[in-house]
């Protein structure tokens, strides 16, 4: 089975030293290519419009003093095909922290800029991943391999978000503080730290909760004070055209990982697509707050809660993409001690594949696509005709897998507590 055949990379240390070796070469090696690639420097000269354009795009509106215009469509796209002379285009919902943070990269050059982001971040992320895994590091390695090259591919900030999770997971226990200033550096992708902020009002880690709002309070103040409080109406005004870009299908839906956006590929009405996302969200919650009610039963460590929260901390919102993976390695390197009782060989391998699918499908399509349109494809017409979104049915299979196994954790605790019970 796959669990047997990927498990054994850590049978040794010999063999678990060979294949951490390998991997980091290889994802060194692509993150040498992407710097030639992202800096024009390279013989091909590719000029299709990628994540990190968008954050250099965004860091130089910042010096200019015009950040304002990246959260409007009709500015936007004409600043991305002045930088790429493409026509294609990526719309702006990120929060001015966001924007704060990337300033720093406009004043180099993007191919230097591309290799400072996404090394500084990938080191963050190892060493994070390295901690919270132990001796089960090269497998996680494995299995998540596809999202980590999809991040060095485009350039995105999964690996931050990544880090910040992990450091939520490392530190909610005994360091509180530290925990809470992680939570609520997450605010600038806010979706995708729900699942953590529940887990911590289910577990009242009040101090970590109240770090993280003063946390965001206070770089909202800072933004405000930066950019005026006009950037926070420009901002809540690109959330408003971003949800019409949503159900006309102007993003890359095939690269998503939500179930709206599998739902919505299969040709169901994109209100209906959109409670069914958060029925689905609801019940991922309502999974990772039956975790923590297992957490305190002596046969699940309290880790196990804090696996299933990072997991399914990517399942919350229609946006979600495949370059958020790395926040489920956090979760996975979190379970896979109690997965090795608590889940079969079969359940492992699921586990283990639908992982491998949500990272890799979206990667191989986009080649694909590619291939077969060119770089300069319609997005509405590749969504609609060419492209399902096999990665939102790869995580609805992770819930109800994950379910499965808090369900079956769940049942013996019930039937001691029944007999305990009778016997008093």
Same mark, same amino acid.
Request: net charge positive.
């Given at each position: 089975?796959?669990?047997?055949?990927?498990?054994?990379?850590?049978?040794?240390?010999?063999?678990?030293?060979?294949?951490?070796?390998?991997?980091?070469?290889?994802?060194?090696?692509?993150?040498?290519?992407?710097?030639?690639?992202?800096?024009?420097?390279?013989?091909?000269?590719?000029?299709?419009?990628?994540?990190?354009?968008?954050?250099?795009?965004?860091?130089?509106?910042?010096?200019?003093?015009?950040?304002?215009?990246?959260?409007?469509?009709?500015?936007?796209?004409?600043?991305?095909?002045?930088?790429?002379?493409?026509?294609?285009?990526?719309?702006?919902?990120?929060?001015?922290?966001?924007?704060?943070?990337?300033?720093?990269?406009?004043?180099?050059?993007?191919?230097?800029?591309?290799?400072?982001?996404?090394?500084?971040?990938?080191?963050?992320?190892?060493?994070?991943? !390295?901690?919270?895994?132990?001796?089960?590091? *090269? $497998?996680?390695?494995? #299995?998540?391999? &596809?999202? @980590? /090259? =999809?991040?060095? %591919?485009?350039?995105?900030?999964?690996?931050?978000?990544?880090?910040?999770?992990?450091?939520?997971?490392?530190?909610?226990? !005994?360091?509180?503080?530290?925990?809470?200033? *992680? $939570?609520?550096?997450? #605010?600038?992708? &806010?979706? @995708? /730290? =729900?699942?953590? %902020?529940?887990?911590?009002?289910?577990?009242?880690?009040?101090?970590?909760?109240?770090?993280?709002?003063?946390?965001?309070?206070?770089?909202?103040?800072?933004?405000?004070?930066?950019?005026?409080?006009?950037?926070?109406?420009?901002? @809540?005004?690109?959330?408003?055209?971003?949800?019409?870009?949503?159900?006309?299908?102007?993003?890359?839906?095939?690269?998503?990982?939500?179930?709206?956006?599998?739902?919505?590929?299969?040709?169901?009405?994109?209100?209906?697509?959109?409670?069914?996302?958060?029925?689905?969200?609801?019940?991922?919650?309502?999974?990772?707050?039956?975790?923590?009610?297992?957490?305190?039963?002596?046969?699940?460590?309290?880790?196990?809660?804090?696996?299933?929260?990072?997991?399914?901390?990517?399942?919350?919102?229609?946006?979600?993409?495949?370059?958020?993976?790395?926040?489920?390695?956090?979760?996975?390197?979190?379970?896979?001690?109690?997965?090795?009782?608590?889940?079969?060989?079969?359940?492992?391998?699921?586990?283990?594949?639908?992982?491998?699918?949500?990272?890799?499908?979206?990667?191989?399509?986009?080649?694909?696509?590619?291939?077969?349109?060119?770089?300069?494809?319609?997005?509405?017409?590749?969504?609609?005709?060419?492209?399902?979104?096999?990665?939102?049915?790869?995580?609805?299979?992770?819930?109800?897998?994950?379910?499965?196994?808090?369900?079956?954790?769940?049942?013996?605790?019930?039937?001691?507590?029944?007999?305990?019970?009778?016997?008093?």
């Amino acid at each position: 089975m796959l669990a047997e055949t990927l498990e054994a990379v850590q049978s040794s240390p010999s063999k678990r030293t060979i294949y951490v070796r390998l991997i980091l070469a290889t994802l060194a090696m692509m993150v040498l290519f992407k710097t030639f690639r992202f800096g024009r420097w390279s013989v091909w000269q590719i000029r299709e419009l990628s994540d990190f354009d968008a954050f250099y795009i965004v860091a130089r509106q910042v010096w200019r003093g015009e950040l304002d215009l990246v959260y409007r469509f009709e500015t936007l796209i004409k600043l991305q095909q002045a930088f790429t002379g493409s026509t294609s285009f990526m719309p702006w919902t990120y929060p001015p922290q966001f924007d704060l943070l990337l300033a720093p990269l406009a004043l180099l050059p993007t191919g230097i800029a591309y290799l400072l982001f996404i090394t500084a971040t990938l080191t963050a992320y190892l060493l994070t991943l !390295r901690t919270v895994a132990g001796n089960n590091f *090269a $497998l996680v390695l494995v #299995v998540l391999f &596809p999202a @980590l /090259a =999809i991040n060095i %591919g485009c350039g995105q900030n999964g690996f931050l978000t990544g880090t910040l999770i992990g450091i939520v997971c490392l530190n909610v226990e !005994r360091r509180q503080i530290f925990a809470g200033l *992680a $939570l609520g550096a997450m #605010v600038i992708k &806010p979706h @995708l /730290a =729900i699942a953590a %902020g529940v887990y911590m009002l289910a577990t009242r880690r009040w101090m970590a909760l109240a770090t993280a709002i003063s946390f965001v309070l206070a770089s909202s103040l800072v933004c405000t004070l930066v950019f005026g409080l006009q950037i926070w109406i420009a901002w @809540l005004g690109a959330i408003r055209e971003s949800a019409v870009f949503l159900e006309r299908g102007f993003y890359p839906m095939f690269r998503m990982i939500s179930a709206y956006s599998t739902l919505s590929r299969a040709g169901i009405p994109p209100n209906i697509a959109f409670w069914a996302q958060a029925a689905f969200a609801s019940l991922a919650l309502l999974g990772g707050v039956l975790a923590i009610w297992l957490g305190k039963a002596p046969r699940m460590s309290p880790t196990f809660a804090l696996g299933v929260t990072a997991m399914i901390s990517v399942m919350i919102s229609p946006y979600a993409y495949d370059y958020d993976l790395p926040m489920v390695g956090i979760g996975l390197a979190l379970l896979l001690p109690d997965l090795a009782q608590a889940a079969s060989s079969r359940e492992r391998s699921a586990i283990y594949g639908l992982i491998l699918l949500a990272g890799a499908y979206g990667m191989l399509q986009s080649g694909r696509l590619a291939a077969q349109f060119g770089s300069e494809f319609d997005l509405s017409d590749i969504n609609d005709k060419f492209a399902p979104a096999v990665g939102g049915v790869a995580m609805m299979a992770l819930l109800a897998l994950l379910l499965r196994l808090l369900w079956h954790a769940a049942r013996p605790a019930s039937a001691l507590s029944q007999a305990v019970q009778a016997a008093e």
